[in-house]
C-alpha cells in the first residue's frame, strides 16, 4: 500500500502530464533512476534548468539589437528545442517552437510577446519540479530512514539491552529469534549491535 507521501507523488506526476508540462521523455528519464544514483533526473533536470535559462538569455540579449541576427536566434532556440525535449519539458519545447516560428516570419513585436511567455512556461516548471523533487527526495529518506536505522541509536540499544543484562564488553549473550523462540547463536557486544539494526531478534539473557 503506497504511504500518504507516495500518493502524492503519484498524483503530482500525473498532473504534471495531464496539464501537458512534461511528456513520455520524463517518464523514461525517471526509469533511469537507480541504487547507485538515485538522483540522476533530478540532476539532469537541474542542468536543463541552468542550460536553458543562459540559452533563454542569448535570445533576450540578440532581440534587444537594433538589427537582430535571426539566423543566429533560430540555432539557439534549435538547441533549446533539443535540451527540451530530452528531459520532456513539454511545454516549454512548444513555447520555443512558437517562438522560433515568429524568428523565421522576423515579426520582433510577436518575438517579443514569444519570448516573455517561454520565461513564463520555463519558470512554471521549474518551480513545480523543484517541489515535486522535494517530495521525491523526502519519501527517499523515508525510506532510508526506516530500511537503515541511524547507527548511534542502534548501538544505544544495543547497549542498554547488555547493559540491562549487566553483561560486560568481554561477556556473551543468546539470541533468540522472534518467530518461533527458537534458541539462537551466541553472540557478543560487537555481534549484537548488527542484530538490533536487523530488527529481527530478541535479546534476551540466560
Request: net charge negative; proline share 1%.
Amino acid at each position: 500500500m503506497e504511504s500518504t507521501l507516495q500518493q502524492q507523488i503519484s498524483a503530482m506526476k500525473q498532473s504534471l502530464l495531464d496539464e501537458g508540462f512534461v511528456d513520455g521523455h520524463f517518464v523514461e528519464l525517471e526509469l533511469l533512476d537507480d541504487g547507485d544514483n538515485p538522483q540522476f533526473t533530478e540532476e539532469i533536470v537541474a542542468l536543463f534548468f541552468v542550460d536553458s535559462a543562459h540559452l533563454i538569455a542569448d535570445v533576450e540579449k540578440e532581440l534587444a539589437n537594433d538589427h537582430i541576427n535571426y539566423v543566429k536566434v533560430d540555432k539557439i532556440l534549435h538547441q533549446f528545442k533539443g535540451s527540451s525535449s530530452s528531459v520532456g519539458a513539454n511545454r516549454v519545447r512548444l513555447q520555443g517552437t512558437k517562438l522560433r516560428e515568429s524568428c523565421k516570419d522576423g515579426d520582433v513585436e510577436s518575438l517579443k510577446v514569444s519570448l516573455k511567455q517561454l520565461k513564463e512556461e520555463h519558470a512554471t516548471l521549474k518551480e513545480k519540479l523543484d517541489t515535486y523533487f522535494q517530495l521525491v527526495k523526502e519519501l527517499r529518506s523515508e525510506k532510508k530512514t526506516v530500511g537503515h536505522p541511524n547507527k548511534e541509536h542502534v548501538e544505544m540499544l544495543a547497549e542498554n539491552q547488555l547493559t540491562k543484562m549487566a553483561i560486560t564488553k568481554d561477556e556473551e549473550v543468546d539470541v533468540v529469534k522472534v518467530t518461533g523462540n527458537e534458541p539462537g547463536k551466541v553472540v557478543t557486544e560487537e555481534e549484537a549491535v548488527k542484530l538490533v539494526s536487523d530488527e529481527s531478534v530478541l535479546i534476551g539473557a540466560n
